[in-house]
């Protein structure tokens, strides 16, 4: 079943990673609260063994991820919305209101997790100065990740995975990683980039519905 491969894959990260003077790790999953919450989404939303197309966002920031273990899922967004009970601190983020937007439009959760899985292209997230912080921000920080992303996208891809079209959460810096990466080692036949939530919710909120409807038009194509 689907749920036991996402599951899998999270079990096995640990909370060694070496990192670059100043930067540290977000990892959610040493607390059971954590891995109960994404055990209980996967066993509801990544039922069956039917092929999903993968979302890939940059990594885990501290409000969403960061505090439910789910990508783009906050604690608000987690229980209204999915239905999941919990106890993490009430945050809603302004990525995870975007993308359930985008799901609300889509048919809901259940229709929505039948056919995607969201992702990141590097699984853990960083913070630096208490301040979030992305795998792409330093060269340095890159480098040190590039080999624990490439396994973390080959071990997700292995099974359950349409190789036609992936999507890059993100049109600038995520989207050149994501084809970069592509392009070495052959997994997808195509990366279709989507304007990244935070970009839309910060600057172009007044507008969020032509970025609603374009997510819905790649993803239906």
Same mark, same amino acid.
Request: aromatic share 16%; hydrophobic share 35%.
């Given at each position: 079943?689907?749920?036991?491969?996402?599951?899998?894959?999270?079990?096995?990260?640990?909370?060694?990673?070496?990192?670059?003077?100043?930067?540290?790790?977000?990892?959610?999953?040493?607390?059971?609260?954590?891995?109960?919450?994404?055990?209980?989404?996967?066993?509801?939303?990544?039922?069956?063994?039917?092929?999903?197309?993968?979302?890939?966002?940059?990594?885990?920031?501290?409000?969403?991820?960061?505090?439910?273990?789910?990508?783009?899922? @906050?604690? $608000? +967004?987690? %229980?209204?919305?999915?239905? *999941?009970?919990?106890?993490?601190? &009430?945050?809603?983020?302004? =990525?995870?209101?975007?993308?359930?937007?985008?799901?609300?439009?889509?048919?809901?959760?259940?229709?929505?997790?039948?056919?995607?899985?969201?992702?990141?292209?590097?699984?853990?997230?960083?913070?630096?100065?208490?301040?979030?912080?992305?795998?792409?921000?330093?060269?340095?920080?890159?480098?040190?990740?590039? @080999?624990? $992303? +490439?396994? %973390?996208?080959?071990?997700? *891809?292995?099974?359950?995975?349409? &190789?036609?079209?992936?999507? =890059?959460?993100?049109?600038?810096?995520?989207?050149?990683?994501?084809?970069?990466?592509?392009?070495?080692?052959?997994?997808?036949?195509?990366?279709?980039?989507?304007?990244?939530?935070?970009?839309?919710?910060?600057?172009?909120?007044?507008?969020?519905?032509?970025?609603?409807?374009?997510?819905?038009?790649?993803?239906?194509?």
């Amino acid at each position: 079943m689907f749920h036991d491969h996402v599951l899998d894959f999270y079990e096995q990260l640990q909370d060694d990673w070496k990192l670059p003077k100043g930067v540290d790790l977000i990892y959610p999953f040493g607390h059971e609260r954590v891995r109960n919450l994404m055990e209980n989404f996967s066993k509801k939303y990544y039922t069956g063994k039917q092929k999903r197309r993968f979302l890939f966002g940059i990594n885990p920031g501290r409000f969403g991820a960061g505090m439910t273990g789910i990508p783009f899922t @906050d604690p $608000i +967004i987690l %229980s209204e919305v999915c239905g *999941i009970e919990n106890t993490a601190p &009430r945050k809603n983020e302004l =990525s995870s209101i975007f993308i359930y937007d985008v799901i609300d439009q889509f048919g809901g959760p259940l229709e929505f997790y039948k056919h995607y899985y969201i992702s990141s292209v590097c699984p853990l997230g960083f913070t630096k100065e208490n301040k979030n912080y992305n795998c792409y921000d330093s060269k340095e920080l890159y480098n040190c990740l590039k @080999d624990i $992303i +490439i396994h %973390s996208i080959e071990y997700q *891809i292995s099974k359950y995975c349409h &190789r036609d079209i992936a999507y =890059s959460i993100g049109q600038g810096k995520n989207y050149k990683i994501l084809c970069d990466l592509n392009a070495a080692h052959g997994w997808f036949e195509n990366i279709v980039p989507l304007p990244h939530p935070r970009w839309v919710m910060q600057y172009k909120r007044k507008t969020k519905d032509v970025y609603i409807d374009e997510y819905l038009i790649k993803l239906e194509n």
